[in-house]
């Protein structure tokens, strides 16, 4: 996926918005400063969440993270893969790391999220 045709969360997760379904998975600067992914805990499908809320953790070699879901729904699908390779969030956080597809409340609650350049912007705020 194009970073540019993202949504962004100051937790460090992304989302594509596809009608009423969100893809989302955790963005290239969050892998980067985990570190060599070892684990990660999957939310369960059909589980409500909230935006803002913890849905899941992810391991690395340096930290323990919390996955945070930057929209409302229900939990529609996960990605399986993820549970036996969760390097792969290290290797493709835009494509093959996604991480869990969200039947969301509200669409529009996309709109509150960051675009890519007020994300770049965020993150260079954030480390100074």
């Known amino acids: 996926m194009n970073p540019d ?3 962004f969360h ?4 992304w989302v594509k918005v596809t009608g009423r379904k969100a893809t989302i ?6 892998q980067e400063a ?9 939310p369960e499908v059909d589980t409500d969440v909230d935006a803002n809320s913890e849905i899941g953790e992810i ?3 340096k930290a323990t993270s919390s996955l945070i879901s930057p929209l409302s729904g229900k939990i529609y699908e996960v990605n399986e ?3 036996e390779s969760p390097e792969i969030l290290n290797e493709d956080p835009y494509g093959k790391g996604w991480i869990a597809v969200i039947e969301i409340d509200d669409p529009s609650d996309a709109d ?6 007020e994300y770049l912007k965020y993150v260079e705020e954030e480390a100074k």
């Not at 998975?25 to 969050?30: F, H, L, N």
């Not at 509150?112 to 350049?117: E, P, V």
């Open 59 to 61: 391991e690395s070699t």
């Open 34 to 42: 985990l570190g060599d992914i070892v684990y990660i805990d999957l």
């Open 81 to 83: 893969d993820l549970s």
């Open 5 to 7: 045709e993202l949504k």
């Open 112 to 117: 509150d999220l960051m675009d890519a350049s």
């Open 25 to 30: 998975g955790i963005t290239d600067y969050a």
């Open 10 to 13: 100051r937790e460090h997760t």
